[in-house]
């Protein structure tokens, strides 16, 4: 006799968390590729405070560099939730003035996401013209994913 199995809400045969992560979807971003068991893991806290900085609506998203005009990249939402958002030459910076689009060797996160945001695995991300291979959380924002689609890839990711 059968057993059955409750379905996950991310379909047959995917999970969050364990070895089966393949051909996962949200909205305009896709995983494709089996995640790495041994990759960088983000400490919880930092984690869901990022995350739910990046949902919250609060933050208009710009690109190539981490704040400018009042806009932030990904990473600068979380150098600001870090409190190491600074000004230095003009330009917003992460703890130093030569971070201008990325984390700098001095932040806590950058052994973990190096200074790019680096991807364990390659993120797609298809706009109205072409389909973009993305291997860093820089690459995702500046090539146009929302700040809740790169919440998403870093909630699995990480």
Known sequence: MPVWKRPSPLGRGRSVRGSMCQRMKYNNVEIRDKLPDERPRLPEEIKVKWIA???????????GALCRDALYCCLGVLSLEQGR??????????GD????????????????????????VAVLLTTETETIRCLSLVSL??????????????????
């Open 53 to 63: 900085a990046l949902r919250s609506g609060l933050f208009p998203q710009g690109d």
């Open 97 to 120: 003035i030569h971070s201008v689009g990325n984390l700098s060797s001095s932040n806590p996160l950058n052994e973990i996401l190096n200074a790019n945001g680096n991807l364990a």
């Open 85 to 94: 958002l600074v000004r230095g030459d003009g330009r917003w910076c992460d």
């Open 141 to 158: 924002n500046d090539a146009g994913a929302t700040f809740h689609e790169i919440a998403w890839v870093i909630e699995i990711v990480f």
